[in-house]
């Protein structure tokens, strides 16, 4: 039984390991889709604009959510989720 459990942990921990390689290596990746695929260059609206409000949103709800669930760090989390809130308020408004 412990042996699966170790298992399951490492599976877990190689699962989450690839995603955050591949959530590092999109950040190339839009600017090479903009830049040399698409030949916008930078464009106020391309791959790579769009690609950071989604990634502010995705942080922002992520704070949120563990907020709700961590009720021992709700004010340090929502302090923070505020913070990426207004910085994506800013940069739409």
């Known amino acids: 039984m412990a042996h699966e459990d170790h ?4 599976k877990k921990a190689v699962i989450l390991y690839l995603f955050l390689v591949l959530a590092m290596l999109w950040v190339p990746a839009a600017v090479y889709l903009d830049v ?16 950071q409000e989604l990634s502010l949103l995705v942080i922002t709800l992520l ?3 563990m907020a709700i669930r961590l009720s021992h760090q709700r ?3 929502l ?3 505020g913070l990426f809130f207004e910085h994506a308020d800013s940069r739409i408004g």
């Open 7 to 10: 298992l399951k942990s490492i």
């Open 63 to 65: 704070f949120y959510w």
């Open 75 to 77: 004010g340090f989390l």
């Open 36 to 51: 040399v695929i698409l030949k916008h260059g930078m464009p106020e609206y391309g791959v790579t604009e769009i690609s």
């Open 79 to 81: 302090l923070v989720a």
